[in-house]
DNA sequence: CTTATATTTGACAAATATTGTCAAGACAAT
DNA sequence: ATTGTCTTGACAATATTTGTCAAATATAAG
């Protein structure tokens, strides 16, 4: 249950590489990356997925701490934030069951 | 389980009211109305607050339609977003427990 | 203390996304 | 054909998010 920033830093430096080095392999300025690991600003998609694929055995862990992170930023202040999840998590079963094509 | 759209649509139409008349009870522009109940665009949060009181007694079912409905957009097209949504539950279970102040 | 290297921070411009408004269109009832 | 309601598309106005740079801070080594 870690965020994305803790989940992302962790890794590098389970594999000992610097900012710099991670930053060089994904073309991704290594200033934003720190703030990324600080969850100082949400990487976007493609940075997501490069890093995920980066850090290749824990891909789906990068992408659910993503995704996970930004459903909370997305209603943490509201009272009736659990009762929405619920509700969502209903309507997103249901699309996955109904949807087209 | 209904969108905020439906939700709206059906409140206002129980009611007996035109868009015209919930716009000018609300100082909200009848064509924004109509896109929002049609779900053609999101609410700001003033709108949906304005809307909920509105309608008094289904007050949360405003909120939380809206509130789902702004989930699902944020991760309905991923494969890993039922496994997002319960992360994301946990994360909130959290920061509820926990939250500081 | 000075240097070297890594990371963090703040400010800002650039890019992107969202919102509100207007004019015109569609539709139904009369 | 007229009236009233709702819908649609296009666009300007706003707001939010993003990436970048220079400067600040931190840490370690000599």
């Known amino acids: 249950m870690k965020n994305i920033g803790q ?5 590098r ?3 000992g590489l610097l900012l710099r080095e991670v930053g ?7 200033t934003l990356l720190s703030k990324i690991e600080r ?7 493609e ?3 490069a890093l995920s694929e980066f850090y ?3 891909k789906n862990e990068v992408i659910i701490a993503w995704l ?3 459903l909370v930023y997305e209603i943490q202040d509201e009272d009736l934030a659990l009762a929405a999840m619920k509700v969502a998590e ?4 249901y699309l996955k069951t109904h949807k087209a094509q």
Do not use: G
Not at 7 to 11: M, P
């Open 56 to 58: 290749q055995d824990k």
């Open 68 to 70: 996970s992170d930004k």
């Open 47 to 49: 940075q997501v997925i």
């Open 90 to 93: 209903q309507k997103i079963e």
């Open 13 to 15: 430096e389970l594999k």
């Open 7 to 11: 989940t992302l830093r962790e890794l």
């Open 24 to 30: 060089a392999a994904l073309s991704i300025d290594p």
């Open 39 to 45: 969850n100082d600003r949400m990487p976007t998609k």
